[in-house]
């Protein structure tokens, strides 16, 4: 009879415990670099002496005042000289590895942590292909412990931060208390071809060298062992939205004729993204019992201007809502996989954010793919 009775106990004592509180990861914190040189639409014209009505067009309408690029040296002539596509590899090495550990250490100091912390580095890149990765490189520039785990995402194009964000965030849930960082470095500058279509005018107009890391620590909202920050939002869902219809309307492909690998936009992939945006968003707020009017602050990928106008138009978003989305087109280009985390350093910058403040990120590439994030502070 003991044995019996004891049963039934046990369970109801156990059903009136309260739930073991989640654990989730925390952005903890962030940190940017660019390259030193940066030019103006019309310096960039200049510089590779484009007459073009059509062209010059393109550069000055839109919505971008100055991008930081690594332009090719010029001849004796003061002509740029087109880059080699080995040239251009070169180029990007050295870039994503400088810049990118320029962007991991300001992530470190405002994380108030150290290289030491360090337990996972994921590195994400789509302007060159190395191996070994960029991950192994900095780990070696920067004699980070030979046993911290990385991880390298390579060719996802701008959406790919937030992949990565999604995958570390489950290492950082399977490792609570370790410090994990995502790196996004792009050196968009060595992506670049010159043959004066206008395929390759909205390229060259658009995209700007950066790199933009991310720290995270799983908890369960009580203060872990580091001494990292405690005032970033926990990571609570993510979505994605793949659009196979539109696989090869945002590519990066090798061009037989220029002898190198070319980037190529579709025109209407803006209106594409737009169209998409609602389905990603609502699949994301599902089942959370959120509506859009809930969310506090929206962090969106900087594509373009067109890309930002129709996910403002097709999700009823406000030119508030997306100011440091705008900003650092304005300010940078299209970054790539960090734009998004130029935004979110604008934001925390800015110091707006509340307890129990709601917040979504959002990028956008090929595939073409959109990725959300849902954040709450």
Known sequence: MTIHMERPVLVAEAMAQPAAPAVRARIVGVGTAVPETSYTQAEVLDAFRITDPRVRSVFLNSA?????L???????????????????????????????????????????????????????????????????LVIKELGIDRHCSRSDIVGMGCNAGLNALNVVAGWSVANPGELAVVLCTEACSSAYAMDGTMRTAVVNSLFGDGSAAVALVADDGTPPGLPVVQDGPRVLKFASCIIPDAVDAMRYDWDRDLGRFSFFLDPQIPY????????VVDRLLAGTGLYRSDISQWLVHSGGKKVIDAVVVNLGLSRHDVRHTVGVLRDYGNV??????????????????????????????????LETALVQW
């Open 64 to 68: 971008i005042d100055r991008r930081h």
């Open 70 to 136: 690594v332009l090719p040296e010029t001849d004796a002539e003061g002509r740029r000289v087109a880059e080699e596509q080995g040239d251009l590899l070169d180029k990007h090495k050295s870039q994503a590895v400088e810049v990118g550990i320029q962007a991991l250490e300001n992530c470190l100091k405002r994380a108030n942590a150290s290289l030491s912390d360090l337990r996972h580095l994921c590195c994400v890149t789509s302007t060159g292909f190395l191996t070994p990765g960029l991950s192994a």
């Open 272 to 279: 594409v993204v737009g169209a998409h945006a609602e389905i």
């Open 336 to 369: 790539s996989s960090g734009s998004f985390l130029f935004s979110y350093e604008r934001l925390l910058n800015e110091g707006v954010t509340r307890p129990g403040d709601y917040g979504v990120l959002m990028t956008m590439g090929p595939g073409s793919t």
